[in-house]
């Protein structure tokens, strides 16, 4: 493990209003480490990369992205220079209807990075090559499939060449027969290096994936350790009743398993 | 026997076969009370002796698709001919009606005399050919000055609130005056002020009470659209690293203005009428122009050949309106969510 942390949250705490949606949340992921958040619906997980990457405002806490602070003081112009440094993957894939595959993957490094339309095209045609998408350069967003779409998404957030990429629930809205080609790309960011924290629903995934799994209920971080520890011996009560209604959601009771948790 | 014989005694027979079996199964069921078990099963399956529709090949389907949705349907082409008797009996009444009032002859006379259409055609064209230049020059402004104010009505920065509250108070101001007050206000008091180097003419200044009126409308046609373009799309702009500015400017607004294309042609069409209003203050376009030719002759055909220059020009510009409107909704329908 290097000395700086590629992500690092100390203490953050976040709310709606008057919801409390963190409390007191502390990570460290280390460069290139693979990180797994699961939990039930509310729990927070897809707040905490929201929060990451700024989208939404933190309470209190701060956030380091390496090594740099990025919350508070870090200002309007800090925050876009964070994200640039920072990919996120939406569960809705949010590609831009307005442009073609290829516009949406070389917006961005044009008009922030700095690049020629020709050099970014180059780029953004190797990444479609590389993924298997080279076809649908031309095509606009609704003419690809759900499957397709987040592959275009996650190349998208990759062609800014970010150290981290955040993805939130991304095979959540997908059929099911897409989501394998999106998994397998995951793999792929893996392979190459990326630091990755993914919240997913995909517990088998998050095993052959994940690096660390770390388990969130109620906004709190209720338990954390490598994917054999969380799935197989998770020690909590919580994580127990968690990881036994995902891998047999039938024998799950309605009154222990309420779709949205509150905070106490 | 062609496709549509076929399919038409296909649909007759399995009809017939169905109420027989009906009519078949009510007495049954008169005679000997509620169906056994067995006879239950032989209601599931398919009835015997009733013929489907014809398996068509592929020739034959695509032969039906090229006809016409009235053509294909009895019920529609029924619709079509009740639509059209009915619009004829009603146009019949009122004919006969107004021709049958007292006032009818001198009506005629005055309103719908064809020698007066002929004759004040010309000067009422003229006056016409002015309005048409006014619309086709001013739309353009319109269009820029609405998006610059919409612009404005979205700056963030803390530094631009001056800017906010201007373009806010604008357009509450101007979509809340009459156009004709602000025509006649610039128009009458603006000359009336003879400052060096400002136009006195009546028509520059009618033209941009015009544009001040027409802006306020289309500003808030722009924002309108603005802010139905979803937030996770600016989430998205707002991850890439993308500013407030370079988000509105790359991501939002070329999605927002596609969206209001239509309503924008309306706003245009409605500019295109307001170009009267600068006869109030003057300049001789089409309606001022019938007005004098009636001054001068006492017949009032002159103000039905403006009306008619008018209608020829906004309704095509209202059909091709709703036929963007409805393609905008197919789009959206087929679209799905963003």
Known sequence: MSAVAAVSIRNLSQAYGENLTL??????????????????????????????????????????????????????????????????????????????????????????????????????????????????????????????????????????????????????????????????????????????????HELQFARTIADRIVFLSGGEIVEQGTPAQILDHPTHPRTRQFVASMIHPEQASIAENSPKEAIG | MSIDDRVAAQAEQSDQAAQAEQSDHGARTAQTGPPTPTEQEAQAAPPVGRPGPPKLSDAELRA???????????????????????????????????????????????????????LSFPKVWDGFLLNVTLFIILEPIVLLVGLGLALLRNLSSPVFFPLRAFAIGYIDLFRGLPAILVILMLGMGIPALRIEGLSSSPLFWGAVGCVLTSAAYTAETYRAGIESIHPSQRAAARALGFGHGRTLWYIVLPQAVRRVVPPLMSGFIALQKETALISVIGPMEASRAAQAYSATTFNFTSYLVAAVLFVSITIPLTRLTDHLLRRAQLRRGMGGAV
């Open chain 1, 23 to 200: 409390k007191n949340v502390s990570l460290e992921v280390a460069p290139h480490e693979v990180i797994a958040l699961i939990g039930p619906s509310g729990c927070g997980k897809s707040t905490l990369l929201r929060t990451i990457n700024l989208l939404e405002d933190s309470l209190a806490g701060e956030i380091l992205v390496h090594g740099e602070p990025v919350t508070g003081e870090a200002g309007r112009g800090g925050r876009d220079r964070v994200r640039r440094r920072v990919g996120m993957v939406f569960q809705q894939f949010n590609l831009f209807p307005h442009l073609t595959v290829l516009q949406n993957i070389t917006l961005a490094p044009r008009k922030l990075g700095g690049l020629s339309k020709a050099a970014a095209e180059t780029k953004a045609r190797a990444l479609l090559a590389r993924f298997g998408l080279a076809e649908k350069a031309n095509e606009y967003p609704d003419r690809l499939s759900g499957g397709q779409q987040q592959r275009v998404a996650i190349l998208r957030a990759l062609a800014t060449e970010p150290e981290v990429i955040l993805l939130d629930e991304v095979t959540s809205a997908l059929d099911p027969e897409t989501v394998g080609e999106v998994l397998a790309l995951i793999r792929e960011l893996r392979d190459l290096g990326l630091t990755l924290i993914l919240a997913t």
């Open chain 2, 64 to 118: 039906l698709l090229v006809r016409p949705v009235w053509w294909r349907r009895a019920d529609v082409r029924r619709s079509a001919l009740i639509a059209t008797v009915s619009t004829l009996a009603l146009l019949a009444v009122l004919g006969f009606g107004l021709s049958s009032s007292a006032g009818w002859e001198s009506f005629r006379a005055a309103f719908l005399s064809p020698e007066h259409f002929v």
